[in-house]
């Protein structure tokens, strides 16, 4: 089974990833299981595909081993698709969850909920060190609440209902979040590529 290492250090997330990616042979491990420092990469690029790239090419070529990575994050219609690839320190380098709930909220306040539609991103990608690369993009469409509903995920999960569902990601089990959500699409087609790929030679 080939070795693919994730830009991530989140469990969670390299399990999901893993559950797509051993159906081609390949097991994920973390950068800190492949022994690579621990500096994060700084992400400069002003959309998710430039800054999922990013992560993987950094990583690929420090590593010499395919290289997963995703970046995402919240587009707001109202707000011009803000916080978008700030959405991690969208209130600033101390941010927290709350911070930056707290901030989205006051810039809300007071739109109606017809203008409150938005969409959770991820684009994944997976390099190779042949110079393959593979960007897969999932989105999942909703709107923001006006306060808070649930207290599961993270993030700004407790103010996103996606459409046709009648939880937030916030009152969603994993496995419920899972099938809706834009890290689940873009997996799906990162297995699309994948499939297609397959008969390829060895990596």
């Known amino acids: 089974m080939k070795?693919?290492?994730?830009?991530?250090?989140?469990?969670?997330?390299?399990?999901?990833?893993?559950?797509?990616?051993?159906?081609?042979?390949?097991?994920?491990?973390?950068?800190?299981?492949?022994?690579?420092?621990?500096?994060?990469?700084?992400?400069?690029?002003?959309?998710?595909?430039?800054?999922?790239?990013?992560?993987?090419?950094?990583?690929?070529?420090?590593?010499?081993?395919?290289t997963i990575a995703d970046d995402s994050g919240l587009?707001?219609?109202?707000?011009?698709?803000?916080?978008?690839?700030?959405s991690a320190r969208f209130a600033g380098e101390d941010q927290n969850d709350r911070r930056n709930n707290e901030k989205l909220?006051?810039?809300?306040?007071g739109v109606p909920q017809e203008q409150r539609t938005a969409k959770f991103v991820s684009v994944v990608s997976l390099v190779f060190p042949d110079g393959e690369e593979l960007v897969a993009r999932g989105e999942c469409p909703g709107h923001m609440l006006t306060e808070y509903h649930g207290t599961g995920g993270f993030g700004y999960d407790p103010l996103f209902l996606p459409d046709g569902c009648e939880k937030t990601f916030a009152e969603m089990n994993a496995e419920e979040k899972n099938a809706v959500s834009h890290r689940a699409r873009a997996l799906?087609?990162?297995?699309?590529?994948?499939?297609?790929?397959?008969?390829q030679a060895d990596m």
């Open 188 to 199: 799906a087609v990162l297995e699309e590529l994948l499939q297609a790929r397959k008969p």
């Open 105 to 109: 909220l006051k810039l809300l306040d």
């Open 3 to 66: 070795t693919i290492i994730a830009a991530s250090r989140n469990a969670h997330k390299i399990k999901e990833i893993e559950t797509i990616t051993a159906k081609f042979g390949m097991r994920v491990i973390s950068r800190d299981e492949a022994g690579l420092p621990p500096e994060e990469i700084e992400e400069t690029g002003a959309t998710f595909e430039e800054n999922s790239l990013l992560k993987a090419r950094t990583i690929c070529a420090l590593s010499g081993q395919p």
């Open 75 to 86: 587009m707001v219609d109202y707000l011009d698709g803000a916080p978008g690839v700030y």
